[in-house]
């Protein structure tokens, strides 16, 4: 987590415990290779993983470095199903060792308001028009991250492939430098941007950027980002790990770690001023829940082999 974000927390919850929290941060992948390092020469130095669903289903549950997290659930706040969006806590994986506390919709299309209306794109398939063909640019569709995400779950899930398909013969500039993408989106260069970056596009709407999301009819999914918990296998420290896990779980600890991160907290008594009302899911709305198992399960060959069959081409790979 960045510095920002996990320092409030930290700092609270020693003020309401007392109890102090080291923290080793960086990248899901690089925290991954570590733990599975330390465990492999039988050491024991991590309590909890505060961390993103992809590297717990794809790294740290294959390697059985995790410990079942419900019965380490304690606090009546917590455990209260009503509180949680959707009426029940957002379990990532069947045997409950992963809890995302972070839900947040992603608009994977933006637009610049001085080129396109927003009456003009109310679906996935408005993207299709001719008018488009050669003005629209996708954060890469074959790598991981959100072009990649955004490929998988609207392919396999809310759309189908002979919508990918028409996509790619749409003649779309594929790109991976996120902050391009978006100051060509505010320069009305190409005026309709698919899978930005959801940062990058608040930072220039900040700026004054003429730019706006689009929420497809289809609907959209919600993602967790960094927003997870996992209690490691043999915690060398259980109790305290315990009481960060449920102290972060709580209204306040929810509503620090929500306004440090910027997105809405997947308890529904948070606040949310300051949050893009975007991102805030709403009822009535269809969402896929991406940071499910079942939907993270394959879905980096999915991106890999069929995404690059259908826009290999245009990326030059």
């Known amino acids: 987590l960045p510095s920002n974000t996990i320092w409030p927390l930290t700092q609270a919850f020693y003020k309401s415990t007392g109890v102090s929290v080291e923290v080793v941060s960086g990248r899901g992948a690089e925290i991954a290779i570590k733990l599975i390092r330390e465990n492999k020469a039988g050491l024991n130095l991590a309590d909890v993983y505060l961390g993103g669903a992809t590297t717990v289903i794809t790294q740290l549950k294959p390697a059985d470095l995790l410990a079942p997290l419900e019965p380490a659930l304690f606090l009546p706040e917590v455990k209260d ?25 992603i608009p994977s299309i933006t637009i610049n308001d001085t080129a396109v209306k927003a009456e003009d794109i109310k679906s996935y398939k408005d993207l299709l028009n001719p008018r488009w063909k050669g003005k629209l640019t996708i954060n890469d569709p074959t790598t991981a991250g959100i072009g ?14 002979d919508f990918m398909r028409a996509i790619a013969r749409q003649e779309p500039v594929i790109l991976r430098d996120q902050r ?30 003429p730019i706006s999301y689009v929420e497809p009819v289809e609907g959209t999914w919600l ?58 899911p709403r009822p009535g709305v269809k969402y896929v829940i991406g940071f499910k198992e079942e939907v993270l399960m394959g879905e980096a060959e999915f991106r890999d082999k069929v ?4 826009f290999g081409q245009l990326t030059g790979r």
């Not at 005026?191 to 900040?206: G, L, N, Q, R, Y």
């Not at 209204?251 to 975007?278: C, H, K, M, T």
């Open 307 to 310: 995404g690059r069959e259908i």
């Open 180 to 209: 391009l993408q978006v100051e060509w989106l505010s320069q009305g260069k190409y005026p309709i941007a698919i899978a930005a970056t959801t940062a990058v596009v608040t930072e220039f709407k900040k700026a004054g950027a």
């Open 81 to 105: 199903t009503k509180l949680w969006w959707g009426g029940d806590l957002l379990w990532v994986d069947k045997e409950r060792k992963h809890l995302a506390f972070v839900a947040y919709a």
């Open 223 to 280: 993602g967790n980002g960094d927003g997870g918990l996992g209690l490691v296998v043999n915690a060398p420290h259980p109790n305290a790990a315990r009481s960060f896990i449920n102290w972060i779980l709580t209204r306040e600890g929810q509503s620090l770690y929500s306004l440090a991160y910027g997105a809405p907290s997947g308890r529904v008594d948070v606040p949310a001023e300051g949050i893009d009302p975007i991102t805030i």
């Open 148 to 161: 990649g995400k955004w490929f998988s779950i609207v392919g396999r899930y809310i759309m189908d492939l």
